[in-house]
Every structure is written in structure tokens, then in C-alpha cells.
């Protein structure tokens, strides 16, 4: 069982940056692949980007990549995205997520209760 708390969302002008942060808890934390999804009022939640067990392999939706950064750091439970140059299409709530052995398609089997990310224009 592995449970997942988001921080780090706030609300930020456009051009910005935020630091979200998913930390989790339980021991099998490390062999878990991870990842982050998004969900924007009257959206489908979709995915953003996601990080293998051990941080060797990461991949992004076509429109954050070059602009967010995916890591986890395995040795304090807790997985990170990195946001830069955001823009209002950001805004949504963010979502982690965790599984055993999915990488790269999931489907993951624990989620955080989200937290929200708003870019003002």
C-alpha cells in the first residue's frame, strides 16, 4: 500500500515557476514507477508526465516538455515536478500517482488528492 500527498500548488503569473512535490509513504516506494496527471474544470484528467522506479527513464506530454521536469528522489519517498514558463493552459489539479512495475502506460493503482496549480495571464 502506498499513500500519496501533494503540496507545492499555488497560484503564479504567467511566465512563472512551481516546485510540486508528491511525498509518499510505505517501503515500496522505490520499486514503484510514478507519475503526474492533471485535471482542468470540465476536462478529462490527462496525463503530464511520468518517471520509471529508479528516475532512469522519463516521459511528457508534447506540451510540457522542454518546459517541466520530472524527478523523484527515492531516498526521501517523495517525487517532484518541476514547472517553468507556465502559461493559463497549465491551470488545473495536479495529480501523483504510483504503480508497481507499469512503466510507461500504467494504469496506477494509488493517487494523491490533487493539488491545484493556477496561472494567471
Known amino acids: 500500500q502506498v499513500q500519496l500527498v501533494e503540496s507545492g500548488g499555488g497560484l503564479v503569473q504567467a511566465g512563472g515557476s512551481l516546485r510540486l512535490s508528491c511525498a509518499a509513504s510505505?517501503?515500496?516506494?522505490?520499486?514503484?514507477?510514478m507519475g503526474w496527471f492533471r485535471q482542468a474544470p470540465g476536462k478529462e484528467r490527462e496525463f503530464v508526465a511520468a518517471i520509471n522506479w529508479n528516475g532512469g527513464d522519463t516521459c511528457y506530454k508534447d506540451s510540457v516538455k522542454g518546459r517541466f521536469t520530472i524527478s523523484r528522489d527515492n531516498a526521501k519517498n517523495t517525487m517532484y515536478l518541476q514547472m517553468t514558463s507556465l502559461n493559463p493552459e497549465d491551470t488545473a489539479v495536479y495529480y501523483c500517482?504510483?504503480?508497481?512495475?507499469?512503466?510507461?502506460?500504467?494504469?496506477?493503482?494509488?493517487w494523491g488528492q490533487g493539488t491545484q496549480v493556477t496561472v494567471s495571464s
Open positions: 510505505g517501503r515500496t516506494f522505490s520499486t514503484h514507477d
Open positions: 500517482a504510483a504503480a508497481p512495475r507499469v512503466w510507461p502506460s500504467g494504469p496506477y493503482d494509488y
